[in-house]
């Protein structure tokens, strides 16, 4: 074999060998394995990741759901070409993503959500998207830096585009209509009892009918 096709054989599989780093790190109550099988991850953004965790995620098992796991894998994946997904207590992250958007350190503290709430039911994609961006707006950490934030409602909207449009819709009705409806909507999909009579049970009127209402009063300040 040609020496300098061996030599980058060798520079590549150490190289591999090295990005392949799977770290526990414990602090209080919470645990977070952190895999990494990216070399060009710098240590300062590991430690964001990590930060947030632990940032973010206990006050959320508090607030939403005491019983969730308080050890999370986070895996920063080459192999993963888009940007998060989460299931099982673990979330892996797109490693391009990350590197092209060191700063959106809060799309972990979105997929810890949906680790928090451990919910059941499958439920509207739009709804589930939705609360985890409600839960991002609430706890997110960096999200003025990473230009995140939730968008002035637009006509041509539909609550169904899910994340945060339907973010801000939730929060809209938590505070014009009923107070606890993303809690208790939260609950229905955790119990697996989600239908969408749930919304007139929870506020007295249709999902429907609360976004025409919401466009017509759409003040959140």
Not at 33 to 59: C, R
Not at 106 to 112: A, K, N, W
Not at 136 to 143: A, H, K, V
Request: hydrophobic share 40%.
């Amino acid at each position: 074999m040609n020496k300098s096709i061996l030599f980058i054989l060798l520079f590549v599989a150490f190289t591999d060998v090295k990005a392949q780093k799977e770290q526990l790190i414990k602090r209080g109550d919470y645990s977070l394995i952190f895999i990494n099988n990216d070399h060009m991850l710098s240590e300062t953004l590991a430690q964001d990741i990590a930060n947030t965790y632990f940032g973010v995620y206990p006050k959320m098992v508090a607030k939403y759901n005491q019983s969730a796991s308080k050890i999370v894998t986070i895996s920063i994946d080459t192999n993963y070409k888009r940007v998060a997904i989460s299931g099982n207590n673990k979330i892996t992250i797109g490693a391009l993503w990350m590197q092209q958007h060191k700063e959106d350190t809060d799309l972990i503290t979105h997929e810890l959500v949906h680790v928090a709430k451990g919910f059941k039911s499958i439920g509207p994609e739009w709804l589930i998207e939705g609360i985890a961006d409600c839960g991002r707006f609430e706890f997110g950490l960096n999200n003025a830096a990473a230009g995140w934030s939730l968008p002035p409602v637009e006509q041509w909207q539909s609550y169904k585009m899910g994340y945060r449009v339907a973010a801000r819709f939730l929060l809209w009705i938590d505070k014009y209509q009923q107070s606890d409806t993303i809690l208790q909507l939260s609950k229905r999909l955790k119990e697996d009892t989600y239908t969408s009579q749930a919304w007139n049970d929870i506020t007295g009127k249709s999902l429907d009918e609360l976004w025409a209402l919401y466009l017509k009063n759409t003040d959140m300040d």
